[in-house]
């Protein structure tokens, strides 16, 4: 009830006053803030037009795919839109009745690749206590136990692309932790032991200007540097020299131009620089919102190399931030 109040509050705001006076926005700038929200509900208001009647999305082979649906739910639920309450309500719920088909019963795997289980993952700890729904419950908790379970089989400590993986990567390894995370937050049971062992595992693909490799310290690009800066700081390891160094890294290798197109880095980046400080978060966001204003289709979307869909999604993430209405989006 009162998320639901929180929520009406939040309506009559947008309505009455512009969002004048709320703390979902760190920006003072009152027509800023208006356009930031306009952008992101064309961009909602994209998907729910090009979503299925089965809840998925099309335009794509990656629309289908449950890692992509978890993150449309993400995104619908980081403005308060949930499978019971909103304008978008219906479009939650076929999204979120798509993802817990795809999950085996028996496993708790969701999809076909570890990358689909990490965000789903996701998407059902930020649904779980959102919803009245009780099939969500024991699906996060068999989704959970599958990426633990995976976990304790793999050489490495962390996870690669199937749950019978032996090798491990930063990107696949950063979205199981990032779904552990939530998930513990959402009061389910996550091993200490889960989390320091992928951690270690991240630190070992570090190098020594704070960046991330893929497999090893060699190799660091933005997008796995942002996951190790999330991690670290999602782990609470924020005086370590470790996160100092990848903040560091983000300080120097976080340009924009046509970085703003790859959306996969810009939605962990926003994350990793949201947590870094609210002087780097302001810049960038402020930067990143004016690229993506520029570069929104008429019918609210984004094109990128892996369809509508999925640069849509990321690209509504990376301003999700300015909400902080999910609990994994909370510094």
Known sequence: MKRKLSLLLLIYSSLFC???GQDLFEQSNDLLVREIDETYRKGLEFLAESQEERGYWTDSSYGSQPGVVGMAILAFLAR???PEFGPYRIHVKRAMDALLKDQNQKT??????????????LALAEAYGLTNDLRLGPALEKATKLIISSQKSNSKGGWRYSPESQDADTTVSGAQLVAL????????????ESIDKGKAFLLSCQDSNG????????????PRSAIGSLIL????DTNTDAYRNSVD????????????HKYYSLYYTSQAMFRASPSMWNSWNSQNFKLLQSTQTENGSWNGNYGKTFATTAALLSLALNYRYLPIYER
């Open 181 to 192: 995370f939530a998930a513990r937050n959402a009061g389910i049971k996550v091993p200490e």
């Open 211 to 222: 960046g991330f490799g893929y497999t090893t310290a060699s190799g660091a690009n933005l």
């Open 108 to 121: 708790g795997y969701i999809g076909n690749s570890m990358y689909n289980h990490g965000f789903a993952t």
């Open 249 to 260: 890294y983000l300080k120097k290798n976080s340009p924009f131009g046509d970085q703003g």
């Open 80 to 82: 308060g839109d949930d």
């Open 18 to 20: 512009p969002l004048v």
């Open 233 to 236: 700081s999602l782990a609470k």
